[in-house]
């Protein structure tokens, strides 16, 4: 299940067209003006890996998690398990983000691990409908958390971690991923006062306040 590898070629090129519209909304510039650089080592993987876009998490009380930061240091933040489906095909991941060491591949000394990454699908198995695979009840639409709600410290960044004890429910494969709670991609603390995506709770604004697995944006 864990075999993963960086993709290539143009068998690729319309998901990676997909992945990178998405990062162009996502992910922060490179270099701040007057700000420290940043870096960012996105690469096309491919394999199996969790998808939690549509998950929503359940904070563990006490427990921290350490992420990379852009700009090469480390930080800390309050920990979250989500659920999340197991898929395979190509997907977008930052080798240097998250808590990835450089590669695709998961760490060969914790086997039976795998990273969640990023694939842009309108559809993904998720608990609010039992994991049923299919649509309709796979939807999965993006949902729009707008910063008025004052939620951004506590959506769940999911993108680039490990997940581990896989197991099945309703016959699909899901995992559980250890994530940060409240970290932009640059591992950063957000405020509360952040917009967020997330394509949990099938367009129900109340999944906003269910720490779902989600990306910080910069508009109202």
Not at 101 to 118: A, H, L, N
Request: net charge negative; charged share 10%.
């Amino acid at each position: 299940m864990t075999t993963r590898r960086a993709a290539s070629g143009n068998a690729f090129s319309k998901i990676a067209f997909g992945l990178g519209a998405v990062l162009l909304l996502f992910a922060p510039p490179m270099a701040r003006p007057g700000g420290a650089h940043e870096f960012y080592d996105f690469q096309i993987c491919g394999g199996y890996f969790a998808l939690c876009a549509a998950s929503t998490c359940t904070p563990k009380p006490g427990q921290t998690i350490t992420v990379r930061t852009a700009t090469g240091g480390t930080a800390t933040f309050p920990a979250a398990d989500c659920t999340c489906p197991v898929i395979l095909g190509p997907s977008i991941a930052n080798l240097a983000g998250g808590n990835m060491q450089g590669s695709c591949e998961p760490p060969p000394d914790q086997p039976g691990t795998i990273w969640s990454t990023y694939q842009p699908r309108p559809n993904i198995p998720q608990a609010l409908t039992n994991w049923v695979p299919t649509l309709p009840e796979a939807a999965a639409p993006p949902l729009l958390c707008p910063k008025s709600l004052n939620l951004g410290n506590q959506l769940v960044n999911c993108f680039s971690f490990l997940c581990d004890s896989q197991t099945y429910i309703n016959n699909v494969p899901v995992v559980t991923c250890h994530c940060p709670i409240g970290e932009s991609l640059a591992g950063t603390s957000l405020p509360p006062a952040t917009g967020f995506l997330t394509q949990a709770g099938q367009g129900d604004e109340a999944f906003c306040a269910e720490h779902p697995v989600a990306g910080p944006i910069s508009i109202p």
